[in-house]
């Protein structure tokens, strides 16, 4: 059983490196197989279908996702330095991501689709929900900012860069134009007091977190 679990998830780790890099449809079961060092028959033994993989994989990337953000929460000093935090770990690994996966997770792998929505609602809104509570509390953020919509308005925003003309009008990567966002996001509902705060953390870059300084 243990051989089991080992070798699934070292499946899962190689398809996610060839799924960020080349999207979700140009990776055929061959090239992970052949990314594994298996035969494509052994890799089935694991994984029957390519669309239980890819819903697994992505899953795999959504608790990783959850997991950083709850750690960018306990380290965090305020809800900016939150924010910054976990916008440095997301772009870090956006920087290499081909902007087609949400693409085609939505028209080819509806089980995965369905992952990631709820990942976004369930888990995504409630974060982004607490953290401008907190800056409000704080004295960050305005208190006559609508939360709800606020929150709302971030989380749709986080898809813009997946559009993939408005992607190809930037000439960037998807992780610069995230934290781009995300810059342009905080000072549209910051106070005079939560602006010195960006300012100093805009200077200060912070580190994604990785297993060497959680």
Avoid at 46 to 67: P, Q, R, W
């Amino acid at each position: 059983m243990a051989i089991i679990i080992d070798n699934k998830a070292r499946i899962r780790e190689k398809a996610k490196e060839l799924f960020i890099q080349l999207g979700l449809r140009r990776v055929s079961m061959d090239d992970i197989a052949n990314s594994v060092g298996m035969s494509k028959k052994t890799l089935y033994q694991y994984y029957t279908d390519k669309e239980t993989l890819v819903a697994e994989t992505i899953e795999m990337i959504l608790k990783s996702n959850s997991i950083n953000c709850e750690t960018c929460r306990e380290k965090a000093k305020n809800a900016i330095h939150e924010g910054f935090l976990a916008t440095a770990s997301v772009s870090d690994m956006m920087r290499h991501m081909n902007p087609v996966l949400l693409l085609d997770m939505q028209k080819y792998y509806p089980l995965a689709y369905k992952k990631f929505l709820q990942f976004k609602e369930d888990f995504l809104y409630n974060f982004l929900r607490h953290s401008l509570e907190w800056g409000v509390r704080d004295g960050l953020f305005r208190k006559d900012i609508d939360v709800n919509f606020v929150s709302r308005l971030r989380l749709e925003s986080i898809h813009l860069p997946f559009q993939l003309s408005f992607y190809d009008a930037m000439k960037t990567d998807l992780g610069t134009l995230q934290e781009e966002i995300f810059i342009l996001y905080l000072y549209g509902i910051a106070t005079p007091k939560g602006t010195k705060m960006i300012n100093k953390y805009r200077i200060e870059k912070q580190k994604p977190f990785t297993d060497d300084n959680k």
